[in-house]
């Protein structure tokens, strides 16, 4: 028995009339009816009571019937689900990385991306984490990547990596062989700091405020590689998140531990409320997982 009988069978039980069904079906009347007799033959059952003024279903129409119906539900349902699975297959995405954390846990996501989904454009724009928030807030992106905390009504956020701040010494800074250290002992150590462009800056103060002071701000920079430069050849100190560090300078800068308090260092993907994620950027949304 063919899906085409099927919906033959349910359009004329809907219509109440062969004829009018033929009219929506757009086929003669004499070919609805040989389809629906060779259906019967098939199953070995009369479908319908043919009075002249009225059609009617006998039993066993009503039980065809019912199967029909859910069969034919069954089958759109999965079809809309293989459309939804192309669509998610082919596209593109616009999509926000902060050049600090791409080399950190996003080259893995993106290259896994890529080999999964050839065919998607994925469109990578580098560039802090506030600018990429403005460019989504203006739908010039579909997702980016922030530093957490992170607090905005009209984003959805999901933590995608975890980690800590750390630290950042040189090998002969006088806090080279401490595991741990308050934040409040850093309160006269000349800071190189990430510039105020970067969501992390300001967590950096909020920070040190909680611990009682203002940081002592010696430099500043957007590039994370020139601020452990620095770190290295003991020009200050710096505060970043231990991946960086133990990835690019493992051997050149001591990684130490904050407390009083301590700081976590967490990624989170942001795409704006309200706005329907295409297949491919939903697909790529879900492939980030949760941590």
Known sequence: MKQIQLEYFVRVVEEKSFTKAAEKLFISQP?????IRSM????GV??????????SLTEEGKTVYRYAV???????SRTTELLSLLEQAKGSIKFG????VGSV?????LHEYRAMFPQINLQIYEGT???????????????????????????QLKTVYRSDAVLAVSQKHRLAKRKTVGFLELKDEPMLLVSKDYMFHDQIIVRCQEAGFTPNIAFTSSQWDLLLEMVAENQGVTIIGRPLVEKLYND??????LKNPEFPWILGLIFKKGRTLSGAAKRFWDFCGNV
């Open 70 to 76: 859910d069969v034919l539900n069954y089958c759109g």
């Open 97 to 100: 990385l902060p050049p600090s």
């Open 105 to 109: 846990f996003f080259s893995k996501i």
């Open 40 to 43: 019967e033959k098939e199953l």
């Open 129 to 155: 984490s506030k600018k990429i928030e403005a460019m989504i807030m203006g739908e010039q992106l579909d997702l980016g990547v922030v530093v957490e905390p992170y607090e905005n009504p009209h984003m």
């Open 252 to 257: 050149r800068v001591r990684c130490i531990s």
């Open 46 to 55: 009369v479908l319908f009571n043919r009075a002249p003024k009225e059609l």
């Open 31 to 35: 070919a609805l009816s040989k389809a």
